[in-house]
């Protein structure tokens, strides 16, 4: 029983991993159909960014304003810098073509993940990188005979508060239902005086900002990164967003969770080599019985 | 004095087709406007070129003497014109009352105001107050054209353009609706109203045009419009009129 309990328990810090890095890719799609395939990359420099301001700025950071002080500039650092990342992107790579249409986008998202990731590998060389150590106190709790770091529980805490920021935003503000009026219809959103420019600036920072301090929780988790890794958890979090339901921002968290916690369980009981074919098992299965994912159904138009 | 909407020598073309060839029409303060004509006739194309949705290539829109024609369709309301396109478009997977803060997008700040708005809204339809926490998708046909016109009065413009408010509805929603837009302008709206029904449109409207093929083919008075004879032929149904005169 703890140990199922334990290992959904790992399985929600890693889905909360895909659901934060799944948001990116939703609300992209949502307001302009585009898979940005240079998301995982956004998520990979990110980490390698709260990397170096770790590694070499720490001393300096830690002296000042202690461990959780240096901890919050890596995090601001990253997320504001692959908030002016991602604008550039949006700028460079998709805003030229979205006159020729979606597919010479894709390949564009394509062309500035190749990019990023080669970027990212002169930058900091083809080695795996390691996060310092000692950075989170190694404590150990156990809540019920459930075994859990502080560091897992830090994870989980702040993943869920920025999911819940984000939920907030989008359900709640008009600003967020501005965001799913331009989602839905373009044309009449902007004769609600909705400026469609304005909302897509606004998703190309949020969502590589996101991705960013996602990337540094994965490092502080894992300890190890590469520069390729935005690849591998790009695909899982945008088979967490078909799974939710893609273009859908519940939907997202929802299928990002969802997804970690059964890879982990198909982990821990059935082979924890096969994990990654459970999640792309997962994501044909939903492609053909149910495309729109869970919560992508879409509400009848009277006409 | 100038006229309020003065759409003068406007054309549009697009994909290689004009859509609208030389079209003069102008609306006054406190006037509802009716604009007739078959689908194709490029209706809907005039009201969305006022709204800034397709480029003008001719002529020009000036609204309260200023020319509208190269501003963006997202400014266009705070200008104080408001658009309740063809089909609805309500949002369907937000709420209505959702629906209704968003058609106050450009006020969202003045929230006293876009309070007001609503309260005038929800007099006007009754309904929407109803379903305010309801899905817009849910809604009937009717209530989702209450909620579309609600929505466009949410601005509080001065200029209400109206496409198609009849379209798929029962007869009785037809003649609820119209008794409402008519209600609407005793408040002190303007109305540009492009419709099929013609009936209706030149019952509720001073004045009328006719529009065929891109073109106006003729203009005036209603009255002087209801009794000439080729649009009882072309819209009023002109040929079974005078059959049943004659039976």
């Known amino acids: 029983m703890h140990v199922i309990l334990e290992q959904i328990i790992n399985g929600l810090t890693i889905g909360s991993f895909y659901a934060l ?26 980490s390698y960014l709260g990397y170096t ?68 590998m002169v930058g900091w060389g083809p080695r795996f990188q390691a996060y310092p150590s000692e950075l989170i106190p190694n404590v150990h709790l156990q809540i ?44 009449t959103a902007s004769l609600m005086g909705i400026n469609i420019n304005k909302v897509i600036l606004f998703i190309f920072t949020l969502g590589p900002a996101l991705g960013a301090m996602t990337g540094i929780m994965v490092g502080m988790y894992y300890r190890q990164i590469s520069f390729t890794m935005g690849w591998n958890y790009g695909l899982k979090a945008f088979t967490a967003s078909v799974l939710g339901g893609i273009g859908n921002i519940p939907g997202a968290m929802i299928g990002g969770l969802i997804l970690g916690v059964l890879e982990m369980l198909g982990a821990a009981y059935i082979s924890a080599a096969w994990k990654d074919v459970f999640v792309f098992i997962i994501l044909i299965l939903v492609l053909i019985f149910r495309p729109t994912g869970i919560l992508g159904e879409k509400v009848a138009e009277k006409v | 004095m100038a006229p309020l909407l003065n759409i003068e020598h406007l054309s549009i073309s697009y994909g290689g087709i004009q859509a609208i060839k030389d079209v003069s029409i102008h609306l006054e303060q406190g006037e509802i406007v009716s604009v007739l004509g078959a689908n194709g006739a490029g209706k809907s194309t005039l009201l969305q070129a006022v709204s800034g949705l397709v480029p003008i290539s001719g002529g020009s829109v000036v609204f309260s003497s200023e020319v509208l024609n190269k501003v963006p369709a997202y400014e266009i309301v705070l200008k104080g014109i408001s658009l309740s396109p063809e089909g609805r478009r309500v949002f369907p997977t937000l709420t209505v009352e959702e629906n209704l ?31 305010r926490k309801q899905l817009a998708g849910t809604l009937s046909g009717g209530e989702q054209q209450m909620l579309a016109i609600g929505r466009a009065l949410m601005s509080t413009p001065r200029v209400l353009l109206l496409d198609e408010p009849s379209l798929g509805l029962a007869p009785i929603l037809v003649k609820q609706i119209f008794d409402i837009i008519a209600e609407i302008n005793a408040q002190g709206t303007s109305i540009l109203l492009v419709e099929q029904n013609a009936h209706k449109a030149l019952g509720i409207a001073s004045r009328g045009y006719v529009l065929e093929n891109g073109r106006i083919v003729a203009s005036g008075p209603t009255s002087s419009l209801r009794s000439d004879e080729k649009i009882q032929e072309a819209y009023l149904g002109g040929a079974a009129l005078r059959k049943k005169a004659a039976r």
């Open chain 1, 21 to 46: 890095i799944a948001l990116g890719y939703s609300m992209v799609y949502g307001v302009l159909k585009l898979i940005n395939f240079a998301h995982g990359d956004f998520f990979t420099l990110g």
């Open chain 1, 53 to 120: 301001v770790l590694v070499f700025g720490a001393a300096l950071l830690t002296a000042h304003f202690g461990l959780w002080g240096a901890l919050t500039a890596a995090l601001i650092f990253a997320a504001v810098s692959l908030a002016l990342v991602g604008l550039i992107v949006e700028r460079l790579a998709y805003r030229p073509v979205y006159p020729a249409g979606r597919l010479p986008a894709v390949v564009s998202a394509l062309g500035a993940s190749i990019f990023l990731q080669n970027t990212i």
């Open chain 1, 144 to 187: 019920g005979g459930i075994h859990l770091s502080l560091l897992q529980i830090l994870i989980l805490v702040m993943s869920f508060l920025l999911m819940g920021l984000l939920y907030y935003i989008v359900q709640k503000t008009t600003f967020g239902a501005a965001i799913r009026a331009t989602a839905h219809d373009r044309k």
């Open chain 2, 101 to 131: 803060n968003l058609g106050a997008y450009t006020r969202r700040k003045m929230r006293d105001e876009v309070r007001k708005a609503k309260d005038r809204v929800f007099s006007l339809f009754p309904i929407l107050s109803e379903r």
